[in-house]
Nanobody, 123 residues
Framework: QVQLVESGGKLVQAGGSLRLSCAAS????????MGWFRQAPGKEREIVAA????????YFADSVKGRFAISRDNAMNMVYLQMNSLKPEDTAVYSC????????????????WGQGTQVTVSS
């Protein structure tokens, strides 16, 4: 079973950039597709981005396409979310999750979750 710990969330001004990190332990990291999710107050959790086991394929929500990038380092058991041109509506708790089944956009396949890190974008 894999354990996930996110870091990098903070308060940033609109238009700014931020990189979130997710450290994995306790499992074979390269066997999991990885995703980043976010949940804003009063809203449902949504998938933001996901990356395949090898890092070759990625998925992005329409709301972040062209602004966010996802990457992974299988040697270091890390996955990253680079967020650029941040908007106030990007404010949320961001969590990473591991998917042993591999289909990037299928939320129910993400079985393992981190605790999340808060990102706040001020206008």
């Amino acid at each position: 079973q894999v354990q996930l710990v996110e870091s990098g969330g903070k308060l940033v001004q609109a238009g700014g950039s931020l990189r979130l990190s997710c450290a994995a332990s306790g499992g074979t990291f390269s066997t999991y597709a990885m995703g980043w999710f976010r949940q804003a107050p009063g809203k449902e959790r949504e998938i933001v981005a996901a990356i395949s086991r090898s890092g070759v394929s990625a998925y992005f929500a329409d709301s972040v396409k062209g602004r966010f990038a996802i990457s992974r380092d299988n040697a270091m058991n890390m996955v990253y979310l680079q967020m650029n041109s941040l908007k106030p509506e990007d404010t949320a708790v961001y969590s990473c999750a591991a998917n042993p089944f591999g289909t990037l956009g299928v939320v129910i396949q993400y079985n393992y979750w981190g605790q999340g890190t808060q990102v706040t974008v001020s206008s």
